[in-house]
């Protein structure tokens, strides 16, 4: 049976919903995606679904508005059944599909306030078949995006010798970013470890001042580069070669551990227990705001993950 997910999350939220989808998409040639379209190539890549089509097509507006059109009811009709991932039981869009394909269940993402479980797991829980949790699932990337990213930090100045070290600054949210002269405290402490290439990361939520001051900071400084604006399917295949990330409560975070990167996610405006990175190699610095995490916080963290650093 052909099965369609339709999540509109940002990145974040989509792999915070992989075990979900993963799950539901026992064969997944039989399951397609619609999703933003940078996240439905990156599952697509990484053969976690077979199509995927982009939530802002004009096919899907009909949807939104309680009017499926005729393309809209003919491409629904290419499915058995479809998951809708959204904040809300009663939601319209699903009661919208559900009169083309009443196989239609609705994923809530988010738990009730006083549930306290990680939102991966209580979106997992929510299916109706008996699953084995089996723990963090992860991204594969393939070879071809793996050479892109070669590629694209040879150009960044990393000769593939050192150990790379990513750290992303940004976040969708200023209250989720932890200060960026911490950042470079960090990266100036790392230049000094032995073997260690430092590449700072960036995209089009990060606000162009923020990207200007990373870019004079690196460019007086050997072992260090700033990327922006990559492809989200190459990052993943620059995350998946890092020796160690460090990056804020961000999408960026959830794809670093989904490829399975040491990663250090650093909280305080959001609580950890539900939306910590889902990874095998995560380790969370958390304190009541982002202020109270000091660089050695970070720097004990990434000693625990096999970076060597020196003391101040």
């Known amino acids: 049976m052909r099965t369609l997910i339709v999540h509109d999350g940002a990145l974040g939220d989509v792999l915070l919903s992989l075990p979900c989808i993963t799950a539901i998409g026992t064969h997944p040639a039989l399951l397609d995606a619609v999703c933003r379209s940078d996240v439905g190539r990156l599952l697509k890549e990484s053969a976690v679904v077979h199509?995927?089509?982009?939530?802002?097509?004009?096919?899907?507006?009909?949807?939104?508005?309680?009017?499926?059109?005729?393309?809209?009811?003919?491409?629904?009709?290419?499915?058995?059944?479809?998951?809708?991932?959204?904040?809300?039981?009663?939601?319209?869009?699903?009661?919208?599909?559900?009169?083309?394909?009443p196989d239609t269940r609705v994923i809530i993402t988010v738990p009730p306030v006083d549930d306290r479980t990680h939102v991966a797991e209580f979106r997992l829980r929510q299916l109706q078949e008996t699953l084995r949790n089996d723990g963090p699932v992860r991204l594969t990337v393939p070879p071809d995006l793996r050479q892109q990213a070669r590629d694209v930090l040879e150009r960044a100045g990393h000769d593939g010798q050192k150990r790379l070290v990513v750290l992303h600054p940004g976040s969708g949210g200023k209250r989720k970013c932890w200060h960026l002269e911490r950042y470079f405290a960090l990266a100036e402490r790392f230049e000094e470890t032995a073997g260690a290439f430092i590449l700072f990361l960036t995209g089009s939520a990060e606000e162009l001042p923020m990207r200007e001051q990373i870019e004079g900071f690196v460019r007086v400084r050997t072992g260090m580069a700033h990327v922006a604006d990559a492809d989200l399917a190459v990052v993943a295949g620059l995350l998946c070669q890092c020796g160690l990330f460090v990056g804020n409560d961000s999408g960026i975070s959830h794809l670093a551990a989904a490829v399975g990167a040491p990663v250090i996610a650093l909280f305080g405006a959001t609580d950890p227990a539900l939306w910590r990175p889902c990874g095998n190699a995560v380790r969370v610095v958390a304190a009541g705001t982002l202020e109270d995490i000091s660089v050695e916080a970070v720097l004990v963290a990434a000693q625990e993950t096999g970076v060597r650093t020196v003391s101040a």
């Open 51 to 101: 199509g995927a089509f982009s939530s802002d097509c004009s096919v899907f507006s009909s949807w939104y508005a309680g009017r499926p059109d005729n393309a809209a009811r003919e491409l629904l009709d290419r499915y058995g059944r479809v998951f809708v991932f959204t904040l809300q039981e009663g939601s319209d869009l699903a009661k919208t599909i559900a009169r083309a394909v």
